[in-house]
């Protein structure tokens, strides 16, 4: 995904979700975010709803 978007000359920042977790990054650095599946996460069914509450809810708090 990163390499797409370089060949369109987007700027890239490839990192981990627990960047935003533990406050190294914030989305208020970004313009855009692109949140990639992969096996951790893509092959459970309703780990969905595991993602909204990890990742979804506390990045949303961000901007309250």
Known sequence: MEADFHR?????I?????????GEKTLKDFHTLVACGG????????????????????ARAQYV
């Open 39 to 58: 096996f951790s996460y893509g092959d459970v069914l309703g780990v969905g709803e595991r993602w909204r509450s990890q990742f979804i809810e506390p």
């Open 14 to 22: 490839d990192m981990n979700m627990n960047d935003l977790l533990i």
């Open 8 to 12: 369109a000359e987007f700027e890239t």
